[in-house]
Nanobody, 118 residues
């Protein structure tokens, strides 16, 4: 019923920048929050940043000062600056979505690869 479509990943040199986008579509009544998580090979998925519809943000200490999260209607962005090799991971979009006639459900995107070369 709800799809999250990510874009913007790729290969970048250390110190470079990338901007990820995630658009939610489908039978959406409202979205409570959207965000980004990442998973590096051999590691658990971890929170990168989240933002609520009223603009409250939660950003991981490891990316504070380098990454910024923002949102527009049913879309979330992650601006990543001063990228480091340790930022290499698959980045997943996440959204808490209330669809019509159903409770709020957590949805995930398919993931987009970000690779930072040294």
């Amino acid at each position: 019923q709800v799809q999250l479509v990510e874009s913007g990943g790729g290969l970048v040199q250390a110190g470079g920048s990338l901007r990820l986008s995630c658009a939610a579509s489908g039978n959406i009544f409202s979205i409570n929050a959207m965000g980004w998580y990442r998973q590096a090979p051999g590691k658990q998925r971890e929170l990168v940043a989240t933002i609520t519809t009223i603009g409250r943000t939660d950003i991981a200490d490891s990316v504070k000062g380098r990454f910024a999260i923002s949102n527009a209607k049913n879309t979330v962005y992650l601006q990543m600056n001063s990228l480091k090799p340790e930022d290499t991971a698959v980045y997943y979009c996440n959204a808490d979505v209330k669809v019509y006639g159903a409770p709020t459900i957590e949805y995930w995107g398919q993931g987009t690869q970000v690779t930072v070369s040294s």
